[in-house]
Structure formats: C-alpha cells, structure tokens
C-alpha cells in the first residue's frame, strides 16, 4: 500500500498507454514515471528532504500528477492546494506546514508571492511555464523553471524507504468551520480507498476506459483520481475548468461512459441547450458529491442524458470516500449509499453510544481510510478521533438496509425557539419550485427565537419571483415553525474551489443584510 509503487505496477500490468489528455497533448503511463523521476531528483537537488512539505498549487494539468508522484518519490509530503484561494489564505498554509517548496504555475506566481510577501525563509519555488530560472517579478525570490529543473535531473531514481503508515499528504480543510486545519492521510489511506473503489467498479464489470478530471485536482479528489488510474489502467481527460461543451466535447471524443461532478456542474449539464449538439449516448453515469443533491436535479438529470446519477459521501479525513451507490443495486432517493468495502459506520448519540436503524444522530466511521489526525493540532484531532471512530460532524441516519442519509451538518443546524431545524429539509422543498436554480437555508442571531430561518435563493434566469410567493410556497407545504422567516435572493452563492457552498460565509453575508427582532 504504497503510493510510489503504482507508476511501476501499471506498467507491469498494462503496458504503457496514453494515461493523460489535456487539449491535444498526451502523456503515457511510462513519460508520466518519467517525468515524476527527473522532478523528484530535481528537488532534491534544490534541496528538498524527506519529510518535508511541499505545496503543489496549479490549475488542473498533467504536472499535477507528475508533481504528485514527484513530491512522494522523493520522500517528501505533498500538500495540494487551491489556486483560487485568497494569498492570504495561502501564506497561512505555507506557515502552518512549514513548507520548503511550491510547485505552482506561472499564471498562479503572482498569488504565490504575496503569500510568500515578509516570510523570513521563503519556500523554494518550482515554476511550470517559464523556459529558464529567474527572480520572481515582485517578490524577488528565485523562481526554478520546471522543465529546466527536469531537463538537467537524471531519469533513475533510487526511491527512499517509504511505510504504509508514513504520511503522504497533508490537505487543509477549506476552513468554511473557522481556522484550516491539515488533515494528514498515509499511504494506507489513499491505497485502501482507492483500492476500494476499483474493487466496486470490477464487482460491477466496468471496463477500464476514460474518465474526466473536470474537479479540482488541487484537492484529495485529484490524488484519488491519480490512484485509481494508476490502478485501473484507465485514462482521463483533463479540464484546466469546468466548461459544459468541453464537458460534452470530452464526452462525445472519448466515448466516456462516467465521471465525477457536483451539483453545480450537473446543473449546468442538465439545464444547457448545447446538450442537443452532442452524441452523449455512451454516458451511463455521473459520480456525485461534495453537497447535497436535490432529488428533483436528479430526476431532471435522469431524463435529459437517460444516464444514473450515483451519489457519495466523503471527506477529507476519510482519503475520501465513506459511501457510494453501487452500480447494479436500486438508488434510493436522499440516500448517499452504502459504506464502501473496508469502513465501518455507525450513527451515535451525543456519548457516542451506537443508535438503531432510523434513529438520527451523529455519523461516525472507521477503516483503513480513516487520517491519523491533524498536523501539529493535538486538540483537534482528539476532538475528532475517539476509540478508534471519526466523529465527522454530520447527522445521518440508516435504514435497515445500510443505506446511509446525510441529514444535514452538525454545525449547520438551526435551533429556533427549542426546535431543532435541518437546513437540507428545507432546501430540498424549496428547490422544487420551478423559478429556484439554487438555494441555500442558514440560520442567524435572533434575540427573540434564539435563531431564526433565513432562505437564499438564486432565481432561474426569466423568472421574477418575490419573497411573499416563495414564502407562501413554504407555508402550505410546512409547519409554521420551519418556514423560513426571510427569503433573500442573491445571483451567486459564494463556494469553495469544489463547488461547496460556503455556509459559513452566507451566514455572515444574510445577517448583516437582514433585520429578524
């Protein structure tokens, strides 16, 4: 279960073919090895040890994956990270990890330096897309060409002695619960889980074809991804963003049969006009997960490919995947699945004492998969890992099946007058008016009912519908106590680099914008 095995136990099984597609390159299996190889001497010539942290921070291209095994062939820990994200929130994870190095692109460089703006000892930087070595424009720091770096690097690599338990990633959580954190995941854990999820698809006679990496691969989406290809002998082809005629150009070229998305994307999938353009008819299925899917995009979605939506869930402390629609089984509407082969759930109470099927309470999990903890965050990981359980935050729920439903976020959670609300209750109903393309329920400060429900809607485009309608909507089909009490319209809901909705950040937005006393 080591992840630096899998460039040679591919080629041993499947020979060498053409792993990556981006635009009109490609790159096998073995010129991925190889390049991985050059890159990996290349910092260590630049300095980098075992151990050490390097930050690998670049929109999707094929040297994410040559930086991925780069970084873990020369011992050291990758840390993928974002391009989007603020420099501020950058430098905070620079600091934090103590990074030596950044493997960026020329385009994020200039993010790159204010985050490295004041820092005492800068990280090394490690720049695709400049033909030489040359200081950084503003920040003064020597910037490495990648492909110089790779050029002068010899090809044969002697790997350092590696352990399943050795940490390989270190992935700050996007912070939308306060201050990032870094989850660390080993070999073990992403081996397992990907191990996992190719047992799923040979179980259901998939045969290995090609995928797309339309996610951000900056993300523990992007090393499973890695992994399984690895595994698989599978290809993909690879998105720089997320674009639904390359989307369906990608579809219609490659003959894809299934890949992953968000609810966003398959949003925007369902509901685009250019759909009719394509032949989409090899599409059997789509991977969803990161946020909830209402069941009326999944009908939607259904009749408009004639292609299965499987829903997941995941999170980064589990390397990622907890629980998956198996193909061939009945998809049950709400349900995120079964436990993948290898993880353990169990819905407890406040004590962490195991609940009946059907009851709700709060979602633990334990397998092979599961982090070790948070780097250097003693406090946090006690917090999180209990006698061997991942208490992951969210209320679910099992039905006498195994099925698991994600009733909504612990910290999400509305208690208005000693009630307890579930946001994804709410949004679910509201979704399935004809005028919503999106909604989001939070909860904010009320002196009266200790929180009131506040409703944040994005409109389809051609349709005007008011506040007093939606509200109306709401209270012929609920109880007056979860009816939302404002309704605030927005054109964007602001989200993370996957995708996700950033609660925490509406909250702020809805209750400087809206008076409840």
């Known amino acids: 279960m080591i992840l630096t095995d899998l460039p040679e136990q591919s080629l041993e099984r499947f020979g060498e073919y053409t792993m990556l597609y981006a635009g009109e390159r490609e790159v096998t299996n073995l010129e991925l090895q190889d390049s991985a190889n050059r ?12 151990g050490d942290r390097v930050v690998v921070c670049m929109p999707n291209s094929p040297e994410v994956f040559i930086a991925y095994q780069a970084v873990l062939r020369a011992g050291a820990i990758v840390l993928p990270v974002m391009f989007v994200l603020h420099p501020r929130e950058i430098g905070f994870i620079l600091q934090a990890s103590g990074a030596s190095a950044v493997i960026t692109s020329q385009a994020i460089l200039p993010s790159i330096e204010q985050a490295t703006s004041g820092m005492e000892t800068p990280p090394k930087l490690v720049v695709a897309g400049i033909a030489q070595n040359q200081p950084s424009p503003n920040a003064g720091i020597p910037c490495n060409s990648l492909c110089s770096l790779m050029a002068a690097a010899d090809p044969e690599i002697e790997l350092p002695p590696i352990k399943e338990d050795d940490v390989a990633v270190i992935l700050f959580t996007s912070g939308t619960t306060g201050q990032p954190k870094g989850v660390m995941l080993t070999h073990r854990n992403l081996y397992s889980n990907a191990a996992s999820a190719v047992q799923l698809a040979e179980e259901a006679g998939d045969e290995p074809g090609t995928t797309i990496g339309v996610l951000p691969l900056a993300h523990i989406y992007g090393f499973t991804m890695a992994n399984t290809l690895f595994l698989r002998g599978s290809s993909v082809v690879i998105l720089p963003k997320f674009d ?13 049969t299934a890949f992953s998305a968000v609810p966003a994307m398959i949003y925007a999938l369902t509901t685009a006009p250019e759909a009719e353009e394509y032949d989409l008819t090899s599409l059997e299925s789509v991977g969803s997960g990161s946020a909830p899917l209402p069941v009326s995009l999944i009908e939607a979605f259904r009749k408009r490919f004639n292609a299965e939506i ?31 082969p290898g993880v353990e759930l169990r819905i407890a109470d406040e004590l962490g004492n195991p609940l009946a099927v059907g009851e709700v309470g709060e979602l633990l999990v334990r397998g092979e998969n599961i982090t070790p903890g948070y780097y250097n965050n003693e406090e946090a990981t006690r917090a999180a890992l209990k006698d061997g359980w991942l208490h992951t935050g969210d209320v679910a729920r099992l039905d006498e099946d195994g099925y698991l439903y994600i009733v909504d976020r612990k910290k999400d959670l509305i208690l208005r007058g000693g009630f307890n609300i579930y946001p994804r209750d709410l949004e679910e109903l509201i979704s399935r008016h004809p005028a919503v393309a999106e909604v989001a329920v ?17 409109r389809n485009p051609d349709t005007d519908i008011t506040e007093e309608e939606l509200l109306a909507f709401c209270q012929e089909r609920l109880a007056k106590y979860k009816t939302p009490r404002k309704v605030v319209f927005m054109e964007a809901m602001p989200r993370n680099g996957v995708g996700k909705i950033l609660k925490k950040s509406l909250r702020e937005q809805v209750a400087e914008q809206v008076e409840i006393d």
């Open 39 to 50: 890159l990996a001497n290349g910092l260590h010539n630049l300095g980098v040890k075992p």
């Open 244 to 256: 639904v005629r390359e989307v369906f150009e990608a579809v219609q070229k490659h003959k894809v």
């Open 310 to 340: 499987y829903e997941g869930y995941g999170l980064s402390e589990a390397a990622p995947t907890v629980s998956a629609h198996r193909k061939g089984e009945p998809v049950k509407a709400g349900s995120v699945g079964r436990a993948f």
């Open 442 to 458: 939070v909860g904010v400060p009320s002196e009266r009912m200790g929180e009131e429900v506040v409703a944040v809607v994005v």
